[in-house]
T-cell receptor, first 111, second 114 residues
Framework: QKEVEQDPGPLSVPEGAIVSLNCTYS??????FMWYRQYSRKGPELLMY????GNKEDGRFTAQVDKSSKYISLFIRDSQPSDSATYLC???????????FGTGTRLLVSP | DTEVTQTPKHLVMGMTNKKSLKCEQH?????MYWYKQKAKKPPELMFV???????INESVPSRFSPECPNSSLLNLHLHALQPEDSALYLC?????????????FGAGTRLSVL
């Protein structure tokens, strides 16, 4: 079993839809949870990070962490064609140096 | 400013060439990383420098040689690469290898080995 599981997609939605992206993990030592957006042939861009459990909101993006279920989510409201990209979840524990990535979910938002 | 700058953006090299990739950050971060990313895969960690000292080498072949001249700069020296080394090479940095391991990535160098 992989440490972090993420559905590779592709996930296709119409413009304006609410998008839900998810990852599950097995290592209870993870404390930092990150979401990166990666456009084709570009480096990953940090969208949001959360520490431990809870929610965090930034504009159209909301990140949620449920440590009891070992489940994290990223919600995108009012999705735009410019949101079409691969979304990578990543996590690490306190004191760890290695990020553990999900496989990435490819999102396609059609006009 | 959360910028990590990588040069060059693209590199084509033959198997006998020697080349270097460069990475720079001015965020005062004390940990810097090299990752390799193949198409449709997540980044794979290669090396970690913490306070300018190599702290992790993920069993990377010796044809890849990292160097950290100072706290803002990271180089990756390439020699006698193989075609399977063609990939996107990413540099990242974080505040410290300890408590807050939030990593910021550069745009990458797309390497093709002929």
């Amino acid at each position: 079993q992989k440490e972090v599981e993420q559905d590779p997609g592709p996930l296709s939605v119409p413009e304006g839809a609410i998008v839900s992206l998810n990852c599950t993990y097995s290592n209870s030592a993870f404390q930092y949870f990150m979401w990166y957006r990666q456009y084709s042939r570009k480096g990953p861009e940090l969208l949001m990070y959360t520490y431990s459990s809870g929610n965090k909101e930034d504009g159209r993006f909301t990140a949620q962490v449920d440590k009891s279920s070992k489940y994290i989510s990223l919600f995108i409201r009012d999705s735009q064609p410019s949101d079409s990209a691969t979304y990578l979840c990543a996590m690490s524990g306190t004191g760890f140096q290695k990020l553990v990535f999900g496989t990435g979910t490819r999102l396609l938002v059609s006009p | 400013d959360t910028e990590v700058t990588q040069t060059p953006k693209h590199l084509v090299m033959g198997m006998t060439n020697k080349k270097s990739l460069k990475c720079e950050q001015h965020m005062g971060h004390r940990a810097m990383y090299w990752y390799k990313q193949k198409a449709k895969k997540p980044p794979e960690l290669m090396f970690v420098y913490s306070y300018e000292k190599l702290s992790i080498n993920e069993s990377v072949p010796s044809r890849f040689s990292p160097e950290c001249p100072n706290s803002s700069l990271l180089n990756l020296h390439l020699h006698a690469l193989q075609p399977e080394d063609s990939a996107l090479y990413l540099c990242a940095s974080s505040q410290d290898r300890g408590a807050k391991n939030i990593q910021y990535f550069g745009a990458g160098t797309r390497l093709s080995v002929l």
